[in-house]
Protein backbone atom coordinates (compact mmCIF):
# COMPACT_ATOMS: atom_id res chain seq x y z
CA UNK A 1 0.00 0.00 0.00
CA UNK A 2 1.17 3.30 -0.92
CA UNK A 3 1.33 5.91 1.60
CA UNK A 4 -0.33 9.36 1.04
CA UNK A 5 2.56 12.21 1.02
CA UNK A 6 1.07 15.48 2.66
CA UNK A 7 2.00 19.03 1.30
CA UNK A 8 4.30 21.46 3.53
CA UNK A 9 2.76 23.20 6.28
CA UNK A 10 4.33 26.57 4.54
CA UNK A 11 2.16 25.74 1.15
CA UNK A 12 -0.50 25.36 3.20
CA UNK A 13 -0.42 28.45 4.79
CA UNK A 14 0.51 30.21 1.15
CA UNK A 15 -2.66 28.82 0.11
CA UNK A 16 -4.61 29.97 2.98
CA UNK A 17 -3.01 33.29 3.08
CA UNK A 18 -4.00 33.88 -0.85
CA UNK A 19 -7.44 32.88 -0.35
CA UNK A 20 -8.01 35.22 2.49
CA UNK A 21 -6.25 38.00 0.28
CA UNK A 22 -8.77 37.07 -2.47
CA UNK A 23 -11.74 37.16 -0.66
CA UNK A 24 -10.81 39.53 2.11
CA UNK A 25 -8.43 42.01 0.27
CA UNK A 26 -10.72 41.81 -3.03
CA UNK A 27 -13.97 42.97 -1.34
CA UNK A 28 -12.34 45.70 0.71
CA UNK A 29 -10.88 47.06 -2.61
CA UNK A 30 -13.94 46.09 -4.85
CA UNK A 31 -16.02 48.33 -2.38
CA UNK A 32 -13.72 50.85 -1.83
CA UNK A 33 -13.83 51.24 -5.88
CA UNK A 34 -17.53 51.41 -5.28
CA UNK A 35 -17.53 54.25 -3.39
CA UNK A 36 -14.83 56.22 -5.00
CA UNK A 37 -16.46 55.73 -8.61
CA UNK A 38 -20.06 57.09 -7.17
CA UNK A 39 -17.92 60.18 -5.55
CA UNK A 40 -16.17 61.16 -8.79
CA UNK A 41 -18.50 60.14 -11.51
CA UNK A 42 -19.66 63.22 -13.52
CA UNK A 43 -23.22 62.09 -13.57
CA UNK A 44 -25.95 62.01 -11.32
CA UNK A 45 -25.84 60.34 -8.14
CA UNK A 46 -27.96 57.33 -8.71
CA UNK A 47 -26.17 56.70 -11.92
CA UNK A 48 -22.84 57.16 -10.24
CA UNK A 49 -23.86 54.77 -7.30
CA UNK A 50 -25.38 51.67 -9.85
CA UNK A 51 -21.90 52.54 -12.36
CA UNK A 52 -20.00 51.69 -9.02
CA UNK A 53 -22.03 49.33 -7.53
CA UNK A 54 -21.95 47.19 -11.20
CA UNK A 55 -18.47 47.96 -11.49
CA UNK A 56 -17.60 46.12 -8.40
CA UNK A 57 -18.16 42.77 -9.56
CA UNK A 58 -14.79 43.66 -11.88
CA UNK A 59 -12.65 45.06 -9.28
CA UNK A 60 -13.69 41.84 -7.11
CA UNK A 61 -12.73 39.48 -10.18
CA UNK A 62 -9.43 41.13 -10.87
CA UNK A 63 -8.45 40.67 -7.31
CA UNK A 64 -9.30 37.03 -7.25
CA UNK A 65 -7.38 36.57 -10.39
CA UNK A 66 -4.29 38.51 -9.15
CA UNK A 67 -3.79 36.66 -5.72
CA UNK A 68 -3.77 33.06 -7.50
CA UNK A 69 -1.69 34.92 -10.58
CA UNK A 70 1.17 36.07 -8.22
CA UNK A 71 4.27 34.39 -7.26
CA UNK A 72 3.97 34.82 -3.67
CA UNK A 73 1.34 35.23 -1.02
CA UNK A 74 3.43 38.62 -0.30
CA UNK A 75 2.82 40.04 -3.64
CA UNK A 76 -1.05 39.13 -3.54
CA UNK A 77 -1.47 40.72 -0.37
CA UNK A 78 0.72 43.97 -1.90
CA UNK A 79 -1.80 43.63 -5.22
CA UNK A 80 -4.51 44.13 -3.29
CA UNK A 81 -3.91 46.30 -0.54
CA UNK A 82 -2.19 48.98 -2.08
CA UNK A 83 -4.87 49.82 -4.61
CA UNK A 84 -7.14 49.69 -2.20
CA UNK A 85 -4.77 52.33 -0.13
CA UNK A 86 -5.19 54.74 -3.09
CA UNK A 87 -9.19 54.03 -3.45
CA UNK A 88 -9.56 54.82 0.23
CA UNK A 89 -7.25 57.80 -0.25
CA UNK A 90 -9.42 59.54 -2.96
CA UNK A 91 -12.76 58.49 -1.19
CA UNK A 92 -11.09 60.57 1.87
CA UNK A 93 -10.52 63.54 -0.46
CA UNK A 94 -13.81 63.15 -1.73
CA UNK A 95 -15.86 63.07 1.34
CA UNK A 96 -13.57 66.14 2.02
CA UNK A 97 -14.32 67.76 -0.85
CA UNK A 98 -18.40 67.14 -0.27
CA UNK A 99 -18.47 69.00 3.07
CA UNK A 100 -16.38 71.94 1.74
Not at 11 to 18: E, G, K, M, Q
Not at 35 to 54: E, F, H, N, S, Y
Not at 57 to 82: D, E, I, P, S
Request: hydrophobic share 60%; proline share 3%.
Amino acid sequence: MKSKTSLPVSYRLAVTSRVLAAVIGGYLMASLAAICLALWLPTTRADAVVTGMMSSFVFYLLAVLWCFACRTAWRAWAGVMVPSALFATLAGIGFWMARA
